[in-house]
């Protein structure tokens, strides 16, 4: 895998979909600490940082949606590079 110095098989991916995953997790924590927070003491910072949480799920999935795009992009790109060539 780290010999790989044409970098033929990229390992970016997969990191990136490892730390979605771990992020998801992360923000599911906050989420939940929130609504026990806001049960316990209800004020409008509680209730802020449970919409604002929500929306970091929405931006992170975003985020990582384009980050992958552009390695599909890639390996397309690679892919049509290669055909090209066999004709």
């Known amino acids: 895998m780290f ?3 044409k970098f033929n098989k990229l390992i970016t ?3 990136i979909s490892l730390i979605y995953i771990v992020m998801l997790v992360i923000l599911f ?4 600490v929130s609504i026990v927070s806001l049960f316990i003491h209800p004020t409008i910072y509680n209730a802020l ?7 970091s799920v929405l931006l992170l999935r ?8 552009a390695f599909k992009n890639t390996e ?7 055909n090209t060539k066999k004709d």
């Open 3 to 5: 010999l790989d110095y």
């Open 13 to 15: 991916p997969k990191i």
């Open 29 to 32: 924590i906050i989420v939940v």
């Open 49 to 55: 940082l449970i919409v604002v949480s929500l929306l």
């Open 62 to 69: 975003i985020s990582t949606e384009l980050t992958m795009l």
């Open 76 to 82: 397309y790109l690679r892919t049509i590079a290669e």
